[in-house]
């Protein structure tokens, strides 16, 4: 019996077939490179924890191929841990596992379920705690690593990065110019207790708790600001908790 290669089912039937090839080729390729992009994700996420470490000029010097050589000497993934949303810490819990992207994205997990990764890291004789933030910007999500000094209260270094912000606004974020004035800044008070920052337009930023904006990227600066608050009393309370207990 001859085939209609005219009639509409042949073509509905060629079109489900092609789909079906198309889609399990897809699969295929996306099954055999799994490990090659689970590989560049670990060295991207170590080499953003270094960069929020290091001071700017050293921080430059870092990329894929130096990643985990400089992460390795100054972090030992042995004393990272995770906390909840309280400032406990948990146990069993493995920190450089803990995607706090995807637990942003998930809706169906609670405040409480979500895990707070934290890397303590050691330069130059003196310990450095860096904190993973997460948040969403104009037009999707944005996220980065927090810096804290051996005092557990300045930021010492800061890294932001974003998946679709507006290039020369919203973007901005990842620039030197936007980073620096979170620097030197204390995220608690002597007693330890968090306090919040703003993120402003009106170029008092250099008032203690203020931080300059980005000009023509409002949304995704408040988007920092909503992001960090928010990271980051999880992590005072460990502090402070940990403080006390000293």
Not at 42 to 62: G, N, R, T, Y
Not at 110 to 126: H, M, Q, R, T, V
Not at 191 to 208: A, C, I, L
Request: hydrophobic share 35%.
């Amino acid at each position: 019996m001859a085939i209609n290669k005219e009639s509409n089912g042949y073509t509905f039937g060629f079109a489900i077939a092609m789909v079906v090839v198309v889609g399990a080729v897809l699969a295929l390729i996306a099954m055999a490179t799994k490990p090659f992009k689970d590989t560049n994700d670990e060295v991207k996420k170590k080499m953003d924890i270094v960069k929020a470490l290091l001071p700017k000029d050293e921080s430059e010097k870092i990329n894929r191929k130096n990643a985990e050589e400089e992460f390795a000497k100054y972090v030992n993934l042995e004393n990272a841990l995770v906390i909840d949303l309280n400032g406990k810490k948990k146990e069993g819990k493995e920190a450089f596992d803990i995607d706090i992207r995807k637990e942003n994205r998930d809706k169906t997990l609670s405040e409480e379920d979500k895990n707070y990764p934290l890397f303590i890291a050691e330069i130059e004789g003196k310990k450095a705690y860096i904190i993973p933030v997460v948040g969403k910007g104009l037009w999707g999500p944005i996220w980065g690593n927090v810096c804290l000094d051996e005092d557990m209260r300045t930021i010492k270094g800061a890294t932001f990065d974003h998946k679709g912000e507006t290039p020369g606004l919203g973007a901005e974020i990842k620039q030197a110019f936007f980073i620096k004035g979170w620097l030197g800044e204390k995220v608690s008070n002597e007693d330890g207790e968090f306090e919040k920052f703003e993120v402003v337009k009106d170029k008092s930023g250099t008032k203690d708790k203020k931080i300059d904006g980005i000009t023509g990227g409002t949304i995704t600066s408040k988007g920092v600001e909503e992001m960090v608050n928010r990271c980051l009393q999880p992590y005072t309370k460990y502090f402070q908790n940990l403080n006390n207990k000293i």
